[in-house]
């Protein structure tokens, strides 16, 4: 078992050096990183190191070192991570450490500021005294020891001073040919890249910064080198929340790599589906999972690699930029005949504008809730659910036949759509940059104002500096969603029969409605939007409404619909059968659950009684497709 190089693949063979070490065991390295945890994320115990020195996990400790002291509002149980369970690998690592040599025998990197001179039997504080250019220049100096053993005087400088090296030199000093370990330039990061260490605006203004987005595999290397380092020099944790994101494999679980060939490079995606099409979709992958697969395939017209997951970015950005022009057009239309003036009075809002509002609203603290629990694939998924689904699948197709109109409702939907779109706009605006900027842009030209009552949409000129949505929860409207859903619902079953009977969209179909009497209150404001969105003619409607000879009936608790066309008797047959065998399955169910003392006993009233009136209306419709199934055979 000998080690071999991975890169050069010949035998490693050891070789014994001097090497500098940084004492991370350090009260003030060490255990102040250790108490920047959150206490709930915190183990409780005692952590010994290897040379004996102990650090008890105290919460009342008095001595915390200099750096703590300092400022431990802004260190202590201050570090957070998601998922939960990476806390412990951190704390783990600092309660095991072993002091880190930090030594590197490199060509590249940053060089170790230690200089040294064979010890000349003088003593080191005679020496730091003695030379007038030391007394000068002192606060360039950190420290200056003498290896006794080696004989040798050594001294370390805490920056690069040209005078200081021009002395040191004169009087025989050489700098250490050894670099810096990365981990340790790294660990600088949150500082160095500042200006650290003068005290520049940047500094001030990003360190401590809020979030660090990194990979468990560096959680000991990296993360932990930056609190200990941040801590010391700044009296302060780097960052409060760390972040690790799942790792992406190929579709066979293997790490991606070069040497494999299963990695993906990122500018073919983008070359072959855009860059917001690879963000959106990566995004939509970063799950709290340890691990997500990406099946690697080998485009065969470019001859590089590719994924299949990608295509769900191209879709959606493809659905964004031609929906969202859509939308724009009929905005456009009515601002260049001056009806774009006024949001209107909420009091004419009907109910698709009532129900995509209060779709809004949910999705808005869906999506910030996301967003503040770093859940970043419930934050797409939400805001690809609402664009695609319920803003164009519905909305778009109910207001078709009033939006161009300059009627009260033409001027709500107006108002609601450019509310939404601009919302929505907003908020993937972090995940797809670009197309969102163009069409925002857009939107500015053509619906300067969008603000409505409860939706606050602040104007600005690019997407990328205007404020995120703000959207009232009084907006959230439980009866419109309950309306718009039976509505869904009737237009899902109609669209089925049409289906099964091989009904072309674009054929118009005529409908009668027999609406139960509890009914009459919100089917026949809702029936009209049913007609543009089955394709429907509805000839009548009410309480006594006969069933037409020879149509095809579907039927609901709270409506019956006729539809009046010489239907295939056997395909009609079929799809009563299949409905009276899952409303059976459902009765089973329900009444198995009504019938266990224990639930009855045991769960809330108001669940019972939920369960209860759930099994009323699967018998009333059961009760109903049976005999109109009795009916069909007869």
């Not at 001294?155 to 810096?180: M, N």
């Not at 309480?543 to 037409?548: E, N």
Request: charged share 25%; aromatic share 8%; hydrophobic share 40%.
């Amino acid at each position: 078992s000998v080690g071999h190089s991975y890169r050069s693949h010949v035998v490693i063979e050891p070789y014994l050096s001097d090497q500098w070490y940084v004492k991370v065991t350090d009260e003030r390295l060490a255990g102040a990183a250790l108490r920047a945890m959150d206490v709930e994320q915190r183990s409780e115990g005692e952590c010994v190191w290897k040379d004996g020195d102990a650090f008890t996990d105290s919460r009342d400790q008095t001595d915390r070192g200099p750096a703590s002291r300092r400022d431990a509002a802004n260190s202590e149980n201050a570090l957070t991570f998601t998922p939960a369970r990476y806390a412990k690998t951190y704390q783990t690592w600092l309660e095991n450490m072993r002091d880190w040599p930090i030594s590197r025998q490199l060509w590249w990197g940053h060089r170790i500021p230690v200089w040294s001179r064979p010890d000349r039997g003088i003593a080191v504080d005679d020496f730091m005294q003695n030379p007038p250019w030391y007394q000068a220049q002192r606060d360039g100096i950190a420290e200056g020891d003498e290896d006794i053993d080696a004989g040798i005087t050594y001294i370390c400088l805490r920056y690069d001073d040209p005078k200081l090296i021009a002395e040191l030199e004169k009087e025989g000093f050489t700098q250490d040919p050894d670099v810096l370990d990365t981990w340790f330039s790294s660990g600088l990061w949150p500082m160095s890249t500042l200006g650290w260490p003068d005290e520049t605006p940047e500094v001030a203004a990003w360190n401590p910064t809020s979030v660090l987005s990194t990979a468990r595999e560096i959680i000991t290397l990296w993360v932990s080198r930056m609190v200990m380092f941040n801590l010391y020099f700044q009296g302060s944790v780097p960052f409060t929340d760390v972040f690790i994101h799942a790792m992406i494999q190929d579709g066979e679980g293997r790490k991606m790599s070069k040497s494999l060939g299963n990695g993906v490079d990122p500018l073919d995606i983008i070359h072959t589906h855009g860059a917001d099409a690879m963000r959106f979709t990566l995004t939509l992958m970063t799950t709290q999972t340890q691990d997500v697969r990406m099946p690697v395939e080998r485009c065969e017209a470019s001859g590089k690699n590719t994924s299949p997951k990608f295509d769900i970015g191209r879709n959606f950005a493809n659905k964004l930029w031609n929906a969202g022009r859509f939308a724009m057009q009929h905005l456009a239309e009515a601002a260049e005949s001056g009806a774009m003036t006024s949001p209107g009075d909420p009091a004419n809002y009907g109910m698709a504008d009532r129900w995509i509002l209060s779709q809004l609203a949910r999705t808005v603290g869906k999506v910030n809730h996301a967003l503040e629990t770093y859940s970043f694939n419930a934050y797409t998924q939400t805001l690809y659910d609402f664009f695609w689904r319920d803003l164009c699948d519905w909305y778009l197709e109910v207001i078709k036949p009033t939006v161009g109109t300059a009627t009260r409702a033409g001027q709500a939907n107006r108002a609601t759509l450019a509310a939404c779109l601009d919302s929505v706009l907003r908020m993937l605006h972090p995940v797809m940059p670009f197309i969102t900027e163009a069409l925002f842009a857009e939107l500015n030209r053509i619906a300067p104002e969008r603000s409505i009552p409860g939706v606050e949409l602040s104007a600005h000129d690019l997407c990328i500096r205007a404020a995120w949505p703000k959207v009232d929860e009084c907006l959230i409207d439980e009866k419109s969603e309950d309306m718009f859903a039976r509505l869904q619902e009737t237009v899902g079953m109609i669209r089925d029969v049409r289906s099964s009977n091989n009904i072309l969209p674009r054929e118009e179909v005529d409908l009668s409605i027999k609406v139960a009497p509890e009914a009459m209150a919100f089917v026949p404001r809702s029936a009209y939007l049913v007609q543009p969105l089955a394709n429907v003619l509805i000839r009548e409607l009410g309480t006594d409404v006969d069933r037409p000879e020879h149509s095809a009936v579907i039927v609901r608790p709270w409506i019956e619909i006729y539809m009046h066309r010489q239907f295939d008797a056997a395909a009609e047959r079929d799809r009563l059968t299949k409905r009276v065998e899952e409303l059976t399955k459902n009765q089973r169910a329900l009444s198995g659950r009504l019938n266990n003392k224990g639930y009855v006993d045991k769960a809330p009233a108001h669940l019972v009684q939920q369960t209860k009136d759930q099994l009323a209306e699967v018998e009333r419709e059961l009760t109903t497709v049976q005999e109109n199934l009795k009916n069909l055979e007869s």
